[in-house]
């Protein structure tokens, strides 16, 4: 099982993982230095740094080859995204399952949702330097999404559309950009339905409280379904 975003999104899976019987690997990037409680403020994440994404590849190349056993790519809220862009960088790693929950697949969507002095908005910045081509280099790839699919990654997109979910993200994890808009793109990339499932959880409580039945498949919350003809299906997305 592996995770990426640093030391806070590593203890998260750490349970999931151990109940799971998997062995835990977790992506932290150079720069970052939240390696413990009270660091928040030291926190740099990789928003997709190509250079951070091959160096992650390499390392999880050499230990699944060394224990063997399904890949499962497993990120919730930063880190979500960042095992779902790490994952349509590198699809070579070929993963059993890609698990996203109450994320965002679309860097450049998040980031335009931002005002400039949102702190959300400077660590992006910061990072990568705010471009647009900077920020489609870095983002979630719909064709990387589409081969690894079509190659037999399992896909589970999960979010909430609950009031505290919309306030403390303002929308960033449910809005129709967040995640709709992707899977709507990528069912037409494949010509087939995707689905995904929402739910009215509180933030990261669906990893927590339901992790065991995501990774065996079964999703809390309504199934819905995006067609090919790019429709956004209603209940998907935030009010």
């Not at 999104?9 to 939240?34: I, M, N, P, S």
């Not at 999404?145 to 979910?165: F, H, K, M, N, Y």
Request: hydrophobic fraction near 40%.
């Amino acid at each position: 099982m592996v995770t990426t975003g640093g030391w806070a999104y590593c203890l998260q899976l750490q349970t999931l993982a151990r109940r799971e019987r998997y062995t835990l690997a977790c992506g932290r990037y150079w720069k970052d230095g939240y390696l413990g409680y009270g660091l928040r403020a030291k926190r740099h994440l990789d928003w997709g740094d190509p250079a951070y994404l091959s160096e992650l590849a390499r390392k999880v190349g050499d230990l699944h080859r060394t224990i063997g056993g399904k890949l499962a790519l497993v990120g919730v809220s930063y880190s979500g995204f960042g095992v779902a862009t790490f994952a349509t960088h590198h699809p070579e790693q070929r993963p059993s399952q890609l698990i996203v929950i109450d994320s965002y697949l679309d860097l450049v969507a998040r980031r335009r949702a931002l005002p400039a002095t949102h702190p959300t908005a400077r660590e992006i910045d910061a990072e990568t330097g705010g471009s647009l081509a900077a920020l489609q280099a870095r983002n979630v790839s719909v064709p990387g999404l589409a081969q690894l699919v079509r190659g037999g990654t399992r896909l589970i997109v999960v979010w909430s559309t609950s009031t505290d979910e919309q306030v403390e993200f303002s929308g960033a994890t449910c809005d129709r950009s967040a995640n709709a808009g992707m899977l709507a793109a990528l069912a037409q990339k494949l010509g087939r339905p995707v689905p995904a499932w929402v739910t009215k959880s509180r933030h990261g409580h669906d990893l927590w409280d339901r992790g065991r039945a995501i990774v065996a498949g079964h999703p809390p919350g309504d199934r819905v379904v995006f067609e090919p003809d790019g429709q956004i299906p209603v209940g998907s997305t935030c009010p």
